[in-house]
């Protein structure tokens, strides 16, 4: 299914006993882009990417990988590659002799191995032992496992966890580069304001359930009362703008707030003949916006 979305789910529910971890679920993200994965512990996050890697059935609905469960890829590891919070090295193997495991037992050539541990910086510490590496080394070396098979998505569940500040700018630094060339991310982390920095759009979850899924600029612009906007017509502008459905209110003399992004009120503008003399966007924090969408909880 060329045209299906990297990642797709539908009325995702799984229960554990009575426990319900993840309640009719649904919702796809676009290639090419990076997407936050966001909630509370607890929120259903980790059984949601589980359950798309195939590492558990839900009790009902579906958790597509380009169209297709997990399960039925063709190619898994070319169309996902994932990293999990929780890895597991051989202390004594080397980086790059764990990398060669994975490789053969995929059925992938070994030269790949030297491009990865290149590819997230590593390739002079692949003779190390493993239980020497530091926690961000180990991380890049997950990420490095997951890059193996050339996947074109990338799903990584709270991949900053532990890393100091070098590691998490490497992890920022790599993300951008996968997608500025064209692979998708699908990042869970709890540290929203590295994802503030690298995320297109959000996908924010609740209880198991879905409680906001929408580019990130869009999310945090209506938040807290969208763009400011100063013009000599502004009362043509808000004219304007009721008639795209965008409401303005006066803010002072040729002043107005309106409830759209920046972006959008300056292609309203533009199409309208209308000069602008500011356009500012006043959006909230990502953080301040997810804690109001969860009641306070992280």
Same mark, same amino acid.
């Given at each position: 299914? *060329?045209?299906?979305?990297? @990642?797709?789910?539908?009325? %995702?529910?799984? =229960?554990?006993?009575?426990? /319900? $971890?993840?309640?009719? !679920?649904?919702?796809?993200?676009?290639?090419?882009?990076?997407?936050?994965?966001?909630?509370?512990?607890?929120?259903?996050?980790?059984?949601?990417?589980?359950?798309?890697?195939?590492?558990?059935?839900?009790?009902?609905?579906?958790?597509?990988?380009?169209?297709?469960?997990?399960?039925?890829?063709?190619?898994?590891?070319?169309?996902?590659?994932?990293?999990?919070?929780?890895?597991?090295?051989?202390?004594?193997?080397?980086?790059?002799?764990?990398?060669?495991?994975?490789?053969?037992?995929?059925?992938?050539?070994?030269?790949?191995?030297?491009?990865?541990?290149?590819?997230?910086?590593?390739?002079? *510490?692949?003779?190390?032992? @493993?239980?020497?590496?530091? %926690?961000?080394? =180990?991380?890049?070396?997950? /990420? $490095?496992?997951?890059? !193996?098979?050339?996947?074109?998505?990338?799903?990584?569940?709270?991949?900053?966890?532990?890393?100091?500040?070098?590691?998490?700018?490497?992890?920022?630094?790599?993300?951008?580069?996968?997608?500025?060339?064209?692979?998708?991310?699908?990042?869970?982390?709890?540290?929203?304001?590295?994802?503030?920095?690298?995320?297109?759009?959000?996908?924010?979850?609740?209880?198991?359930?879905?409680?906001?899924?929408?580019?990130?600029?869009?999310?945090?612009?209506?938040?807290?009362?969208?763009?400011?906007?100063?013009?000599?017509?502004?009362?043509?502008?808000?004219?304007?703008?009721?008639?795209?459905?965008?409401? *303005?209110?006066?803010?002072?003399?040729?002043?107005?707030?309106?409830?759209?992004?920046?972006?959008?009120?300056?292609?309203?503008?533009?199409?309208?003949?209308?000069?602008?003399?500011?356009?500012?966007?006043?959006?909230?924090?990502?953080?301040?916006?997810?804690?109001?969408?969860?009641?306070?909880?992280?």
């Amino acid at each position: 299914m *060329a045209d299906a979305p990297p @990642v797709e789910v539908r009325a %995702l529910t799984k =229960r554990y006993g009575s426990t /319900v $971890a993840v309640e009719d !679920l649904s919702f796809a993200i676009p290639a090419g882009r990076i997407t936050g994965f966001l909630g509370p512990n607890g929120a259903g996050k980790t059984t949601t990417l589980r359950a798309l890697l195939g590492l558990v059935h839900p009790s009902s609905g579906e958790a597509l990988v380009a169209g297709a469960a997990y399960a039925r890829l063709r190619d898994p590891l070319g169309a996902v590659g994932a990293v999990l919070e929780a890895h597991r090295y051989h202390p004594v193997r080397s980086g790059r002799n764990h990398l060669r495991v994975l490789a053969v037992a995929a059925g992938i050539p070994e030269a790949r191995v030297d491009e990865v541990l290149a590819e997230v910086e590593l390739e002079g *510490a692949g003779g190390r032992h @493993v239980g020497g590496y530091s %926690l961000g080394m =180990r991380q890049r070396l997950g /990420v $490095a496992a997951a890059l !193996l098979g050339k996947p074109s998505l990338l799903v990584l569940d709270e991949p900053a966890n532990g890393l100091d500040p070098e590691g998490i700018r490497w992890l920022r630094r790599f993300l951008l580069s996968f997608a500025g060339g064209g692979g998708t991310v699908f990042i869970s982390s709890h540290v929203l304001a590295e994802v503030a920095q690298l995320a297109d759009e959000v996908v924010i979850v609740h209880h198991g359930r879905l409680v906001a899924h929408e580019p990130l600029a869009a999310l945090t612009a209506r938040a807290a009362g969208g763009t400011l906007v100063r013009s000599p017509q502004a009362d043509r502008l808000r004219e304007e703008l009721a008639r795209q459905g965008i409401e *303005a209110t006066p803010d002072g003399p040729d002043v107005l707030r309106a409830s759209a992004p920046a972006e959008r009120i300056g292609e309203v503008a533009a199409a309208s003949g209308v000069v602008l003399h500011e356009l500012r966007s006043e959006g909230a924090s990502l953080e301040e916006v997810f804690l109001e969408l969860t009641g306070g909880e992280l």
